[in-house]
């Protein structure tokens, strides 16, 4: 077999991105049109939703149905979807700030409800598109432009908070991790119920501007040392493991997803 | 099977007349006094092939019925006054997206929190105002049983006839009161539903309006690939900052309804023939203001009644025709500060005695407040 370049799904009279040099945006959107690619994901029966952010900004380089929404909802647009057509692959791209911060609730209740959505989180650690500002997942006492002495606020773990509310697939990548990325991706698109990829992702503009790590390649550097497997994760002790977070697999269950389970509601209801 | 007459309650009415309409899919959050719609959709839904869902909270409930619509299902949500507030910026969504569904807002009493069991009628600027962004929403406000069901049909027909979300605005009072109500057959009212695009797929534009000033609506999982977004866009559906295209875009979501005026604004007349005072009412007080009619002309007080069933856009030409006759017009509305009141006088100008009764404590206006401005 080829290798899958996703191409066929790439609008390319939008190129160029809109994304800053050394944003991670281009290199999950790449590993996500590989994956469309490589499970022969049509466009029709195929739909993106985004929200509001720089990586909420996808959906005007691919070739599918697509759904650009307010800032925070895009799960719960998502969920109307998916609840009237079990048949489309919907896929949702959110950045930290629109994924959990804002939309926090929503996170929360699409994983507690396993609606067969593929979340994609893009974690740059901050409000790239506004201008830095710290959001839910930037780790306490970072810089950034509204914490200018440091993070009074500690990051939220948002693969723990999916899988404790009921995501059936969970995994956290980074955009150094490439190849593994992809296949996450892909393992996500695949699993019935909800599942969540974050992507932790440079924001040398902001986030790595703010916190000594100017260019890209710093940035690269730090996922690349910072993202250990669990195993590894788990040989530290204390605080060796500050600012070290795990990467791969964390969750993968087959509970029955949302429609799944209205249909026995249906079959219920119609006996009686 | 012949249906037979029941007493049911204008929320079940409301909920009923949007199964009749077509609508499959209902998402909300439980809220006074507009609960018993999502309670029978919970009910209803799974036995006629649809979908019930509560969500999280009434900003995902708006953004679900976005969603569903758009994969071609008729959708709806009900609230009242906290929940319609957060609605507000999906509902906005559904405006510049140009997406069908029904929102019902079960006015009661405020602000805030306020009397949360209680009725009231001052939510009709905020069904207008509510969401930043100049634009027009069309609204329908019931006085009756019957009337719940009947317009809750005749928003889901405008709401899919022009691709806008329309709002029925009902009260607390319509909503809880319990009527004898025969449902109609299927065929008995019409049902009307979106307008399909009949070109090749890749000749498709999802904002690009036809002759008769609409766009039609594929859904997705259909043959036509289509991009929406609520960021000012062409005809094709994406992201646009052209001065000239949001000009053309901004217009075109006002004059397609404008267009079709005379087709949205309903209104209902009694007793206006030989009248020397007008009456004008919405809602459950149109009730009381019929009431207050007839008593008056026991009196030698000829009375009229107009009842704005659509509220918004506001019946203008309407008043205006009628109040021609009369020297004295009265606005009775349960809110403070004569929302519809302010309509009125705007329309008619100085000319004519405008009298407002006005009750905001919870409590119903009754014949007898009206008859006070009259005699």
Known sequence: MSHATGLKYLKKDSLPLMWCSGCGNGIVLAALLRAFEELGYGNHNTVVVTGIGCWGKADDYITTNALHTTHGRALAFATGIKAVNPKLNVVVLMGDGDGVTIGGNHFIHAARRNIDLTAIVVNNCNYGMTGGQFSATTPADSFTSTTAYGNPERELDICALAGVAGANYVARGTVYHGRALQNHIKEALNKKGFSLVEVVSPCPTHFGRNNKMKSAVNMLRWLKEKGVTREEYERMTGPEKNGYFVIGKLADRNAPDFNTRYEEIRARALGQ | ?375
């Open chain 2, 1 to 375: 099977m012949v249906e037979t007459a029941k007493l049911i309650q204008g929320n079940q009415a409301i909920a009923e007349g949007a199964i009749y309409a077509g609508a499959r899919f209902f998402a909300g959050y439980p809220i006074t006094p507009s609960s018993e719609v999502a309670e029978e959709c919970s009910r209803r839904m799974p036995r006629v092939g649809g979908v019930y869902m509560q969500m999280e909270d009434e900003i995902a409930s708006m953004g679900a019925i976005v969603g569903a619509s758009l994969a071609g299902v008729k959708s709806f949500t009900a609230t009242s006054g906290p929940g319609f507030s957060l609605m507000q910026e999906n509902l906005g969504f559904a405006v510049m997206a140009e997406v069908p569904c029904v929102v019902v807002n079960v006015q009661r009493s405020g602000p805030s929190t306020g009397l949360a069991t209680k009725p009231a009628q001052s939510d009709i600027m905020q069904v207008r105002w509510g969401r930043h962004g100049d634009q027009i929403v069309i609204a329908l406000s019931p006085s009756s049983v019957k009337e719940c069901f009947d317009l809750t049909v005749q928003a889901f027909n405008l709401s899919e006839k022009f691709r806008v979300p329309v709002i029925l605005a009902a009260d607390e009072i319509v909503a809880h009161m319990r009527e004898n109500f025969t449902p109609p057959a299927p065929g008995e009212l019409q049902v009307i539903d979106r307008k399909k695009p009949t070109v090749p797929p890749e000749q498709y534009k999802p904002f690009e309006p036809e002759s008769d000033g609409i766009a039609p609506l594929a859904a997705y999982g259909s043959e036509y690939v289509f991009h929406v977004t609520s960021s000012m866009h062409g005809p094709e559906g994406v992201s646009n900052n052209n001065p000239a295209n949001a000009t053309w875009k901004v217009s075109q979501l006002h004059k397609k309804l404008e267009l079709y005026r005379d087709e949205i604004v309903l209104t209902k007349t009694f007793d206006v023939e030989d009248m020397d005072i007008l009456l004008v009412a919405f809602g459950a007080v149109t009730r009381a203001a019929r009431a207050a009619a007839v008593e008056a002309r026991k009196t030698g007080i000829k009375a009229g009644v107009l009842q704005l069933v659509t509220v918004w856009p506001f019946p203008d030409r309407e008043l205006a025709q009628l109040a021609g006759r009369v020297k004295t017009v009265v606005v009775p509305e349960m809110n403070y500060s004569g929302q519809v009141a302010g309509e009125v006088r705007r329309v008619l100008g100085p000319d004519p005695d405008i009298k407002q009764v006005n009750k905001f404590n919870g409590q119903i206006i009754t014949p007898q407040d009206i008859l006070k401005a009259i005699i």
